[in-house]
């Protein structure tokens, strides 16, 4: 629960780091909807208290890769830390948030 995991041909038309970013705001986003149970304005996600995973951090470092992007011939792996929210109501489609937003991420 503390890290995402994405894989991406590396002839995909999102870079890594895109990919990373989009990841990221997945998980912002889920956050957000873990915390409040709903998410009803691009505001709510300001009202979040939350903070980045510190075991998922130490995952990272633990590979000897904070960047989070381990480049392989045809593919990447890339490895973001959870955004975890201080409070919990509702955990019922966090996965889905993430990939969904990460999806959508990729079109701005």
Same mark, same amino acid.
């Given at each position: ?20 970013d989009c990841v990221m705001m ?15 304005s691009k505001r709510d996600l300001?009202?979040?208290k939350a903070s980045v995973s ?10 000897? @890769?904070? !960047?989070? #992007? /381990?480049?392989? &011939? @045809?593919? !990447?792996? #890339? /490895?973001?830390? &959870? ?26």
């Open positions: 629960p503390h890290n995402n995991f994405c894989l991406i041909s590396n002839s995909y038309d999102v870079t890594p780091e895109k990919e990373k997945g998980s912002l986003v889920a956050s957000a909807k873990a915390s409040l149970g709903v998410i009803k300001l009202k979040v510190r075991k998922g951090l130490e995952y990272l470092r633990a590979i000897e @890769n904070e !960047s989070g #992007i /381990i480049r392989m &011939n @045809n593919f !990447s792996i #890339i /490895i973001t830390p &959870n955004i975890m929210a201080k409070k919990v109501k509702s955990t019922v489609g966090l996965g889905d948030c993430i990939s969904s937003i990460a999806f959508v991420s990729e079109t701005i």
